[in-house]
């Protein structure tokens, strides 16, 4: 009797240490003990490059960071993009809540949140879910990562935002 009290002791000495080093290990590396990411992830502001009619911004920069935005001058005016992973894939898109004029989205799980007023939008493939702006989804920029950077085609941006400002997507 005295062994099997012993035995289970140590058994939930050991279980114990095992799910602290676990939680340790997860807090450490920016996930949670199952693995995911932590979430609601702000977002965080970088600065790209711009050359010869393509924007380029640090894949690994958005890989780490996990929810960025960034800014491009184009000849109509200043147009707001954000690059975010989600379910393992890299996205851009336009980064504007045409309503109420936000520029910057928090990823939550699988929902791109707006910071004023709320509103979500899918992650995945930017159509509103809830909330006052949901018919103004967020459009979907091509890229191509070269050399560790992700590179967009400037008419490709500005055909994104100019489709978000408009209500559905084309």
């Not at 977002?43 to 380029?56: D, F, H, K, L, R």
């Not at 509103?119 to 890229?143: E, H, I, L, M, Q």
């Not at 560790?148 to 941006?157: E, H, N, S």
Request: net charge positive.
């Amino acid at each position: 009797m005295k062994r099997n009290k012993i035995a289970l002791i140590i058994m939930g000495v050991l279980a114990v240490s095992a799910l602290a080093s676990t939680l340790v290990l997860a807090a450490c590396s920016g996930g949670t003990a199952s693995g995911e990411p932590k979430s609601p992830v702000a977002p965080t502001w970088i600065t790209p490059e711009v050359s010869a009619g393509t924007v380029s911004i640090p894949f690994d920069l958005v890989q780490s960071k996990r929810n960025t935005h960034f800014k491009v001058e184009t000849e109509k005016g200043t147009a707001y993009y954000m690059a975010y992973v989600y379910s393992g894939k890299t996205h851009v898109r336009a980064d504007v809540c045409v309503p109420c004029r936000s520029i910057s989205f928090t990823l939550d799980k699988n929902l791109l949140v707006c910071d004023s007023c709320g509103t979500t939008f899918n992650a995945s493939d930017g159509t509103g879910v809830a909330g006052a702006c949901v018919r103004y989804p967020k459009a979907a920029v091509p890229f191509e990562t070269v050399s560790g950077k992700m590179v967009m085609k400037q008419a490709d941006l500005l055909k994104a935002f100019e489709d978000t400002l408009q209500q559905g997507l084309p």
